[in-house]
């Protein structure tokens, strides 16, 4: 891990990104390939009904994907942590636990979708002339769920097992081998849609065997049955690791949702009938989504550079990323504007014939809904590069406000005022107010960049010692924001004369990550809860986790061989299994927290209560992100005290008898 930081901190801009965008374009494009394929023969052997009935379809295939993502980037994030934590037997089961999950959820949406099918299609938009393609399409595909589910959460965690190579290999077998037997099965068979899905069920089961073979050949971890048993604490953190992948895919199930019952509504009221708009807009939709997959893969190939040059404090090269991202982003969404302006047509005739209406409403849906799609190529790198600095709130609002906030209103608003073609002006409406909230916010962040530096406080604790303990031991401390904790601790390292660890555990991670003082001090043991939305597109682990694993490594290392006090930094977690540590809680009521924050932090009494319940917040959230425990939960800890019931001198003084008393008892 240290030498790739070196690399992100001072290889060749250009060098980095095609060293990571590359695979990551190529896996993005595969996928979208994948579905257009099918569309592209079917049009041809079927006709545009039969295109229109894959596409009502579709939004099933996309919740399969969403939580097949959702287990398999949430199973790699957990890999990554817990490698970099050194505990493979944890990291095993967190993805055995992921594959469970994806086998259980994927048998469950098989047999729910056999049985509910014509009811499902129903509120995807699904006509009475799409209504029999689709059923016939729809059921082979279901029984295709598992091998696409489990094949796609594998897929995830190969890459994560440092082995790219062989997840792309199986994702581009699938995807040739479904071009073969499409017009296979369509033409020579004259199977029609039942044979485009028994193409791709095959194809996905190919990658499914693939990916199941690898199982037994993963480099990082050995995995036995014990470890596929679904355990609740970390099913849970696998999938709060992957949730940020499910809401992006989620988000795209609404759309289509609301889009085909509204196309078919208006639709049915216009010369083009239901069907026209519903095929056209989703064959436009798939492939606006090539577009997109290139500069989704660009930035996210970039994520990684930026979050370590970000945590490094390195923004010039930050700088220098970011316009090299938009740049190329820029670059490739304009060749797609002046292709959806000028050939319309002839893209549209890709994927088959139609009438005089099928052919016009195509040209109006390419020249209409993707009229502003140039402003993907800000929009789309301003939401990955608020994921990779840690912006967590800023990268949600991105993430959302195109597709969830803008477009579905819009088209509900529009639709109602000027019908069909208010569904397609929709498209526009959305991709520029995304536009100019991506735009404010980033420039926003570029004129700060590097200018919210905070006079570092990274100084070692010069505490006495003159050990008066007769045995080694670690003290923990935990501790509520105001509380007092850390004066506490500090004093009962001074009386017990042995070492505090606290603030000099920044200059060590920052010597050995790279990371600055001044970005670790703000940033570690404060996570909110919007913070998993950072890690969608990580190549391994972001710097928050980063921060955890270095920090955790110090800890465990001091705990082998000192006598000492250690402040914060889920200490108490970390060293648990530890025979000689005392776990302590300092917490203390409001009031006093809020005098000792004025008296010693400045503040006047307003913004002290917000700190107070923010900071508090934040060390929650940090502590039940890499414990899956609650932080104020008693039985994590030895000895919780109030602060101010005996005041923090004697409450120091307490602690120091108890700690004692435990060392002869023991």
Same mark, same amino acid.
């Given at each position: 891990?240290?030498?790739?930081?070196?690399?992100?901190?001072?290889?060749?801009?250009?060098?980095?990104?095609?060293?990571?965008?590359?695979?990551?374009?190529?896996?993005?494009?595969?996928?979208?390939?994948?579905?257009?394929?099918?569309?592209?023969?079917?049009?041809?052997?079927?006709?545009?009904?039969?295109?229109?009935?894959?596409?009502?379809?579709?939004?099933?295939?996309?919740?399969?994907? =969403?939580?097949?993502?959702?287990?398999?980037?949430?199973?790699?994030?957990?890999?990554?942590?817990? !490698?970099?934590?050194?505990?493979?037997?944890?990291?095993?089961?967190?993805?055995?636990?992921?594959?469970?999950?994806?086998?259980?959820? =994927?048998?469950? !949406?098989?047999?729910?979708?056999?049985?509910?099918?014509?009811?499902?299609?129903?509120?995807?938009?699904?006509?009475?002339?799409?209504?029999?393609?689709?059923?016939?399409?729809?059921?082979?595909?279901?029984?295709?769920?598992?091998?696409?589910?489990?094949?796609?959460?594998?897929?995830?965690?190969?890459?994560?097992?440092?082995?790219?190579?062989?997840?792309?290999?199986?994702?581009?077998?699938?995807?040739?081998?479904? +071009?073969?037997?499409?017009?296979?099965?369509?033409?020579?068979?004259?199977?029609?849609?039942?044979?485009?899905?028994?193409?791709?069920?095959?194809?996905?089961?190919?990658?499914?065997?693939?990916?199941?073979?690898?199982?037994?050949?993963?480099?990082?971890?050995? !995995?036995?049955?014990?470890?596929?048993?679904?355990?609740?604490?970390?099913?849970?953190?696998? +999938?709060?690791?992957?949730?940020?992948?499910?809401?992006?895919?989620?988000?795209?199930?609404?759309?289509?949702?609301?889009?085909?019952?509204?196309?078919?509504?208006?639709?049915?009221?216009?010369?083009?009938?239901?069907?026209?708009?519903?095929?056209?807009?989703?064959?436009?939709?798939?492939?606006?989504?090539?577009?997109?997959?290139?500069?989704?893969?660009?930035?996210?190939?970039?994520?990684?550079?930026?979050?370590?040059?970000?945590?490094?404090?390195?923004?010039?090269?930050?700088?220098?990323?970011?316009?090299?991202?938009?740049?190329?982003?820029?670059?490739?969404?304009?060749?797609?504007?002046?292709?959806?302006?000028?050939?319309?047509?002839?893209?549209?005739?890709?994927?088959?014939?139609?009438?005089?209406?099928?052919?016009?409403?195509?040209?109006?849906?390419?020249?209409?809904?993707?009229? !502003?799609?140039?402003?993907?190529?800000?929009?789309?790198?301003?939401?990955?590069?608020?994921?990779?600095?840690?912006?967590?709130?800023?990268?949600?609002?991105?993430?959302?406000?195109?597709?969830?906030?803008?477009?579905?209103?819009?088209?509900?608003?529009?639709?109602?005022?000027?019908?069909?073609?208010?569904?397609?002006?929709?498209?526009?409406?959305?991709?520029?107010?995304?536009?100019?909230?991506?735009?404010?916010?980033?420039?926003?962040?570029?004129?700060?960049?590097?200018?919210?530096?905070?006079?570092?406080?990274?100084?070692?604790?010069?505490?006495?010692?003159?050990?008066?303990?007769?045995?080694?031991?670690?003290? +923990?401390?935990?501790?509520?924001?105001?509380?007092?904790?850390?004066?506490?601790?500090?004093?009962?390292?001074?009386?017990?004369?042995?070492?505090?660890?606290?603030?000099?555990?920044?200059?060590?991670?920052?010597?050995?990550?790279?990371?600055?003082?001044?970005?670790?001090?703000?940033?570690?043991?404060?996570?909110?809860?919007?913070?998993?939305?950072?890690?969608?597109?990580?190549?391994?682990?972001?710097?928050? /986790?980063?921060?955890?694993?270095?920090?955790?490594?110090?800890?465990?290392?001091?705990?082998?061989?000192?006598?000492?006090?250690?402040?914060?930094?889920?200490?108490?977690?970390?060293?648990?299994?530890?025979?000689?540590?005392?776990?302590?809680?300092?917490?203390?009521?409001?009031?006093?927290?809020?005098?000792?924050?004025?008296?010693?932090?400045?503040? /006047?009494?307003?913004?002290?209560?917000?700190?107070?319940?923010?900071?508090?917040?934040?060390?929650?959230?940090?502590?039940?992100?890499?414990?899956?425990?609650?932080?104020?939960?008693?039985?994590?800890?030895?000895?919780?005290?109030?602060?101010?019931?005996?005041?923090?001198?004697?409450?120091?003084?307490?602690?120091?008898?108890?700690?004692?008393?435990?060392?002869?008892?023991?």
């Amino acid at each position: 891990m240290e030498n790739e930081e070196n690399i992100l901190g001072r290889e060749k801009i250009g060098k980095l990104m095609r060293k990571f965008s590359i695979p990551c374009i190529i896996s993005l494009l595969v996928n979208s390939l994948y579905n257009i394929v099918d569309q592209i023969f079917i049009g041809w052997g079927v006709g545009y009904l039969g295109n229109g009935a894959t596409n009502v379809v579709f939004p099933l295939t996309m919740i399969c994907l =969403s939580f097949a993502l959702m287990f398999g980037d949430g199973s790699s994030a957990f890999l990554s942590l817990k !490698l970099g934590e050194k505990k493979k037997e944890e990291a095993a089961k967190g993805v055995g636990n992921g594959i469970a999950l994806s086998i259980i959820i =994927s048998l469950t !949406l098989c047999i729910a979708t056999l049985i509910f099918l014509p009811q499902l299609l129903a509120i995807f938009g699904c006509t009475e002339a799409l209504k029999d393609f689709a059923l016939h399409y729809g059921y082979i595909i279901a029984i295709g769920f598992p091998f696409m589910m489990i094949g796609t959460t594998l897929n995830s965690i190969i890459r994560a097992d440092g082995n790219p190579k062989y997840a792309m290999t199986s994702m581009v077998t699938g995807a040739i081998l479904n +071009t073969i037997l499409d017009p296979i099965f369509i033409f020579v068979f004259k199977m029609g849609v039942e044979g485009a899905a028994i193409a791709t069920v095959i194809s996905q089961g190919v990658t499914f065997l693939m990916n199941i073979l690898y199982i037994k050949k993963f480099k990082s971890i050995t !995995l036995n049955k014990e470890q596929f048993k679904l355990k609740l604490g970390v099913a849970r953190k696998v +999938t709060t690791l992957g949730i940020s992948s499910f809401i992006t895919q989620m988000s795209f199930v609404f759309v289509m949702a609301f889009e085909n019952n509204l196309l078919a509504k208006y639709g049915s009221e216009s010369k083009f009938g239901s069907e026209i708009p519903i095929t056209v807009l989703g064959i436009v939709m798939k492939i606006s989504q090539i577009l997109n997959s290139i500069i989704i893969g660009i930035a996210a190939g970039a994520q990684p550079i930026l979050g370590y040059n970000y945590g490094a404090g390195k923004y010039d090269r930050v700088k220098k990323t970011l316009k090299t991202v938009l740049g190329l982003s820029l670059v490739i969404s304009t060749i797609a504007f002046i292709l959806f302006q000028t050939i319309p047509d002839k893209l549209i005739s890709i994927f088959g014939s139609g009438d005089e209406n099928y052919m016009e409403f195509a040209c109006l849906a390419f020249r209409t809904y993707l009229l !502003l799609c140039i402003c993907n190529g800000i929009q789309i790198p301003s939401g990955i590069f608020f994921q990779a600095i840690g912006k967590s709130i800023k990268s949600a609002i991105l993430s959302l406000s195109r597709q969830i906030v803008f477009l579905i209103p819009a088209m509900v608003i529009l639709g109602g005022t000027f019908g069909i073609m208010g569904v397609l002006y929709a498209g526009p409406f959305a991709d520029g107010l995304a536009f100019v909230i991506a735009g404010i916010l980033l420039i926003g962040e570029i004129k700060h960049l590097g200018k919210q530096k905070i006079t570092s406080q990274a100084l070692i604790d010069d505490t006495s010692t003159d050990n008066q303990l007769d045995k080694q031991v670690v003290i +923990t401390i935990a501790r509520e924001y105001g509380s007092g904790g850390r004066y506490v601790g500090r004093l009962i390292a001074d009386k017990l004369g042995i070492k505090l660890y606290d603030k000099d555990f920044i200059i060590k991670v920052a010597e050995e990550t790279g990371l600055s003082e001044e970005y670790i001090e703000e940033n570690e043991q404060k996570r909110n809860a919007l913070a998993s939305l950072n890690s969608g597109y990580y190549f391994g682990l972001s710097n928050a /986790d980063e921060l955890f694993v270095k920090e955790s490594e110090l800890i465990e290392q001091v705990a082998k061989t000192e006598t000492c006090v250690i402040v914060g930094r889920c200490a108490d977690f970390i060293l648990k299994d530890k025979p000689n540590v005392i776990k302590v809680f300092i917490y203390s009521d409001e009031k006093s927290k809020m005098e000792r924050a004025t008296k010693y932090y400045q503040m /006047d009494a307003k913004k002290a209560e917000k700190e107070i319940t923010r900071i508090d917040k934040l060390r929650a959230n940090h502590y039940k992100y890499y414990t899956s425990k609650d932080w104020k939960d008693i039985g994590n800890y030895d000895i919780c005290l109030n602060s101010d019931t005996l005041g923090v001198e004697k409450t120091a003084d307490m602690i120091c008898e108890m700690v004692k008393e435990k060392i002869q008892i023991t």
